[in-house]
């Protein structure tokens, strides 16, 4: 067998967020999230997404029935009631590590009330136990689209700069009550997500913003203060927990080597790395200021924004990847489905059965882009492969085609290793079965292991092995020099 790549006490694990596993969305005192208001829509009636809620009057359709009653979001996959087998399959893959999300609404069923639900913080902590009973390293997410709804009503979301002291509030709560079991952290999940769908990403109802664009981006603006401030409060309640911001990372490579292709590439890419640019270089890039003035958008700042986000950098870069994009000078080219965004096709590469161009030297090439960029440690935490699984007669389950996305990834971020790329971990994204952020289905499968579940909620829940399983195993226990 080769020598391991991987660094020593490289963190293998797995990922999920707590709207896509948990169920249980109103028990024990949790408040409604944006996600739980999401109906499953079939394929033939929507396009690549179903996800986002645009006016009030849609929200209360939707809270009155009026919508359908299919919101897979709130049964999940229960999470909430076997964590415990969970976590034993995980142990057994060898799980060095396991990134979670927290559901806000859980520990502040509102958002804007002063004091946390106890019953929620419980439910995390008879987790985290249950992860240490197997040297399992929880990664947690703070804000993984699970907003509590009542700041939508409220405040229309990040657009109230109110929201700040709520999100400080929530994450401190979290840093003091969790200080002795979680050491990784990471603030927003993909915070570039608001761009695509503000009401995710950001808890705005499209339809009732003036101007969308500014709106989004004052929102943003909220969040990268409110993430400096849960990096200052995390140093200062546990000194040795490091914690991360996560960007939806989009290679975008030009169409042609036309200079005109090549522009176009390198400015989707800013738009790509302008978040990270903020969290890690700690400031607002030059490009983006040009483009606020031409599109007369003005953000509203307060004395002491700008210090905070200079002072408070992130200690390391998380991602996700899961496709490559291309970028066209001229402006008539068809776009192809991405995972919320959209480029044009690239004829190198197959695509999965969802649209998304599979291209896993782009990971290498992506890794050492942003390491060159910004020199600070990476972490891969979301990869995986979207797909039908089928349930053999004899109960097996056999993913080669996952198998085979997931090594050649795998093998991609090891040469990156070789050639300096620092890196802290890798953990594949629905490491269980659980429900499609973008279009609400439980058929899009990633995981391991298989849950049965179909899209509408039936099934018995059982959790099977695939072969994938194995695999993985495998690759964790030789610390990824078997990839085979
Ligand atoms: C990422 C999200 O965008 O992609 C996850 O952080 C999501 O929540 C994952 O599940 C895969 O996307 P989808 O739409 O296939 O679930």
Redesign the pocket.
């Known amino acids: 067998m080769s020598v391991s790549r991987f660094p020593e006490g490289f963190l293998w694990g797995g990922a999920t967020?707590a709207n896509?596993v948990e169920g249980a969305y109103n028990k024990d005192g949790k408040g409604l999230s944006i996600f739980d208001m999401v109906t499953f829509v079939p394929k033939e009636k929507r396009g690549n997404?179903a996800m986002e809620v645009r006016s009030e009057e849609e929200l209360n359709a939707r809270l009155n029935g009026e919508m359908g009653d299919n919101f897979p979001k709130r049964r999940g996959v229960d999470f909430y009631h076997r964590y415990k087998e969970d976590i034993a399959l995980f142990a057994e893959m060898g799980f060095k590590t396991y990134r979670l999300s927290i559901s806000w609404p859980r520990i502040f069923p509102n958002g804007d009330e002063l004091e946390p639900n106890e019953a929620g913080l419980e439910f995390y902590d008879r987790v985290f136990d249950e992860l240490a009973k197997y040297n399992i390293e929880p990664l947690v997410t703070i804000s993984?689209?699970e907003m509590p709804l009542h700041l939508v009503q409220k405040y229309n979301g990040w657009e109230d700069r109110r929201l700040i002291e709520f999100f400080v509030r929530y994450a401190e709560t979290l840093f003091s009550r969790y200080k002795d079991k979680v050491k990784y952290w990471l603030t927003f999940?993909?915070i570039n997500?608001s761009s695509i769908s503000p009401y995710i990403g950001s808890g705005m109802l499209v339809d009732h913003l003036e101007n969308r664009e500014q709106a989004i981006y004052q929102a943003l603006h909220h969040q990268f203060v409110a993430s400096a401030r849960a990096v200052k409060a995390c140093h200062a309640t546990i000194p040795d927990a490091k914690i991360g911001c996560m960007l939806?990372r989009m290679e975008v490579y030009p169409e042609t080597c036309h200079p005109d292709d090549v522009l176009a590439a390198l400015e989707e890419d800013q738009k790509n790395l302008f978040y990270t640019d903020v969290q890690v270089r700690g400031k607002y890039p030059s490009y983006m200021k040009k483009y606020f003035k031409d599109n007369h958008i003005e953000l509203k700042m307060e004395p002491g924004d700008e210090e905070i986000i200079a002072n408070y950098p992130v200690d390391f870069l998380s991602f996700?990847y899961?496709m490559s994009m291309v970028a066209s000078g001229s402006s008539d080219k068809k776009k192809e489905k991405g995972?919320?965004f959209s480029g044009v096709k690239n004829p190198y590469l197959e695509a999965s059965d969802?649209g998304w161009q599979i291209d896993p030297k782009g990971m290498r090439i992506t890794m050492k882009k942003m390491y060159d960029r910004y020199q600070v440690p990476l972490f891969v935490v979301?990869n995986g492969l979207?797909a039908y699984d089928e349930v053999e007669p004899d109960g097996s389950i056999n993913d080669d085609y996952r198998i085979d996305y997931l090594r050649a990834h795998i093998d991609e971020m090891g040469k990156a290793i070789e050639e300096g790329v620092e890196v802290m971990g890798y953990t594949s994204?629905?490491c269980i079965d659980?429900i499609?952020?973008?279009?609400s289905e439980m058929s899009?499968r990633?995981g391991f292991i298989y849950v049965d579940q179909d899209d509408y909620g039936n099934g018995t829940l059982e959790r099977k092995k695939k072969k994938s399983f194995d695999w993985y195993k495998k690759v964790i226990a030789t610390n990824g020099a078997d990839l085979s």
Do not use: R
Not at 436 to 439: G, I, L, R
């Open positions: 967020a896509q997404m993984h689209y999940n993909e997500i939806a996700s899961y995972n919320f969802w979301e979207g994204w629905g659980l499609s952020a973008s279009t899009k990633y």
